[in-house]
């Protein structure tokens, strides 16, 4: 390889490394967990601990039986494509969906949004960070990950038409009214209020401990409450 080519080879390398850890940060891809996924049967449920992951979403599938009628999870988020595939797979058996801890990210965006009723405890966190439709202003995004950007929009789409949800829902707390509850100020996310989430589409959400009181923080940083869908 002449030396030219090398170096173009080598910045190249570079900029599509420095823009995949860009997207990773930005959609919450991996998180900032531990990436041991956990997933097992307890009675008619299944089990997922940990992030989004292609292991996960196997061992999900493998473990399934007709006496399954519920996914208990608890996940930081993950790579969105396999959040939509974790999300459609709930929807297509019907089952219902219990956040035990937090449901974060893609695991908020597409599988908490896919159950067919939706459990939460008193202090069950479900929080948003975004989605394939955010604003994206990075050269290099738009230069090395125009391809994934762009069929992970469609698919998203087409995905929320499906279950029925508002796709507003991964990035309605990224509106300019917001920019208050910004990262400079410490925020990661946002959660909706139970009447804010009905009007997102996210229906048939069940109290188990007869009250909702989640976290106002996530991880060391700040969650902010959307009360209401505006146009």
């Known amino acids: 390889m002449k030396k030219k080519s090398k170096i173009f080879f080598i910045v190249a390398l570079v900029l599509a490394l420095m823009s995949a850890a860009f997207i990773m940060t930005t959609l919450n891809i991996g998180g900032n967990e531990e990436d041991k996924v956990e997933v097992y049967i307890n009675g008619t449920?299944?089990?997922?601990?940990?992030?989004?992951?292609?292991?996960?979403?196997?061992?999900?599938?493998?473990?399934?039986?007709?006496?399954?009628?519920?996914?208990?999870?608890?996940?930081p988020g993950?790579?969105?494509?396999i959040g939509m595939s974790l999300g459609e797979w709930v929807y297509d058996?019907?089952?219902?969906?219990?956040?035990?801890?937090?449901?974060?990210?893609?695991?908020?965006?597409?599988?908490?949004?896919?159950?067919?009723?939706?459990y939460l405890?008193?202090?069950s966190m479900?929080?948003?960070?975004?989605?394939?439709?955010?604003?994206?202003?990075?050269?290099?995004?738009?230069?090395?990950?125009?391809?994934?950007?762009?069929?992970?929009?469609?698919?998203?789409?087409?995905?929320f038409k499906k279950i029925g949800v508002e796709q507003k829902s991964t990035v309605y707390g990224q509106r300019p009214e917001f920019d208050n509850y910004s990262e400079k100020n410490n925020y990661v996310g946002w959660t909706y209020s139970l009447a804010a989430?009905?009007?997102?589409?996210?229906?048939?959400?069940?109290?188990?401990?007869?009250?909702?009181?989640?976290?106002?923080?996530?991880?060391?940083?700040?969650?902010?409450?959307?009360?209401?869908?505006?146009p």
């Not at 995004?141 to 929009?153: D, G, H, I, V």
């Open 78 to 81: 993950g790579e969105i494509n």
């Open 126 to 159: 479900v929080g948003w960070h975004g989605g394939a439709t955010q604003e994206n202003n990075s050269f290099f995004m738009n230069l090395f990950m125009r391809k994934y950007l762009k069929e992970s929009k469609n698919r998203e789409t087409e995905y």
């Open 93 to 118: 058996k019907g089952l219902d969906v219990e956040i035990k801890n937090i449901a974060f990210s893609s695991a908020a965006n597409y599988v908490f949004t896919a159950g067919k009723n939706k």
């Open 45 to 75: 449920s299944i089990v997922y601990n940990g992030p989004m992951a292609n292991e996960g979403l196997e061992k999900v599938k493998q473990l399934y039986t007709k006496d399954i009628n519920r996914l208990v999870l608890n996940s």
């Open 121 to 123: 405890h008193t202090n």
């Open 197 to 230: 989430m009905k009007q997102l589409g996210i229906k048939n959400i069940i109290l188990i401990d007869g009250e909702w009181l989640p976290a106002k923080d996530y991880n060391g940083k700040k969650i902010f409450t959307i009360n209401e869908i505006n």
